[in-house]
C-alpha cells in the first residue's frame, strides 16, 4: 500500500481556521495597544475642540470664529488676507463676501493685537457658552493663538463680522 502523498481536507480547513484566528488576535492586540497605550488622551470637550480648531488654519485664513455650542446649528466664519469673509457650517455650504475696508482692518487690528498680548478674559467653566477664535499670527509657520470668548465679551470687531457676513441657507 503507497502512503498518501496528500493532505487530508480536515487538516487543511484546521490550519486556515487556525491562522485565521492567529491573525485577527494579532489585530485586535495592536488595535487595543493603540486605541489605549498610544491614543492621545482627551481631557475634556473644550481640550478636543481646542485640538481640532488650531490645526486646521491654512491656506490665506487669517481668523476662524465659531460660534458657541449652544447655537443650532454652530456656525464658523473665516477671514482671509484678501478680505474675504466666509460664514457657514463647518464641511458643508457657506456664503462669502468682501469686507467693507474699514471692518477688514479692524479684524487685522485685532488679530495682531491678541497674537501680541492673548486678552485676560475670565476663566470660562467647561460648557458655559463661548465663541473659539483662532488667529493665525505669522506666516513664516503655522503659529496660531487660540481664544475662548465669552458670550457677553465679544469685541466690536468681530460683532460686526457676524452682523456683516450673512450665514448661508439652510435647508
Known sequence: MRPNRYIPVNLVVVWGLSALV???GV???FGFFYAFVRAPKVT??????EDVITEDIRGG????????????PREFLMVTDDGMASRGIPYTNRRETRLPPADWEAVNALREAWCQSPPPFRNLQPGT????????CSWASIDTQF??????QLPPALARL??????PEYR
Open 44 to 49: 475634556s470637550v473644550e481640550q478636543l475642540e
Open 61 to 72: 485664513r487669517i481668523v476662524e470664529l465659531y460660534t458657541p455650542h449652544d447655537r443650532s
Open 129 to 136: 457658552p463661548r465663541y473659539s477664535v483662532n488667529l493665525r
Open 27 to 29: 489585530g485586535l492586540i
Open 162 to 167: 457676524l452682523a456683516t457676513v450673512p450665514p
Open 147 to 152: 481664544v475662548r470668548v465669552p458670550v457677553d
Open 22 to 24: 492567529f491573525l485577527i
